[in-house]
Nanobody
Framework: QVQLVESGGGLVQAGGSLRLSCAAS????????VGWFRQAPGKEREFVAV???????????DYTDSVKGRFTISRDNTKNTVYLQMNSLKPEDTAVYYC???????????????WGQGTQVTVSS
């Protein structure tokens, strides 16, 4: 069982930055794939970024095209925490951001077993 708690959301002006955190419980968290998803009002939940365990101490990351070069996903396994650094924020980044965890290396939200409660990110123009 994995429990996830997001934090770090807030209100920021366009061009600003925020860092979201996803704190997890669980002794084997280091092997979990962790994804960030977002859902804007009236829209479906969409994939944002993922960090996957690729063996040993190696991980690989992937991003949706709209955030490449602006967002960075990382993790600190000593703190059981995954981060999403968001720079050059745009009004269209406004959404509730969720982190999710699963042992499979997936970017499909329906395949994740564990979810956080979400954190609101609002970017003003």
């Amino acid at each position: 069982q994995v429990q996830l708690v997001e934090s770090g959301g807030g209100l920021v002006q366009a061009g600003g930055s925020l860092r979201l955190s996803c704190a997890a419980s669980g002794r084997t968290f280091s092997r979990y794939t962790v994804g960030w998803f977002r859902q804007a009002p009236g829209k479906e939940r969409e994939f944002v970024a993922v960090i996957r365990w690729s063996g040993g101490i190696r991980y690989n990351a992937d991003y949706t095209d709209s955030v490449k070069g602006r967002f960075t996903i990382s993790r600190d396994n000593t703190k059981n925490t995954v981060y999403l650094q968001m720079n050059s924020l745009k009004p269209e980044d406004t959404a509730v951001y969720y982190c999710a965890a699963d042992l499979s290396a997936t970017t499909r939200s329906e395949e994740y077993n564990y979810w956080g409660q979400g954190t609101q990110v609002t970017v003003s123009s």
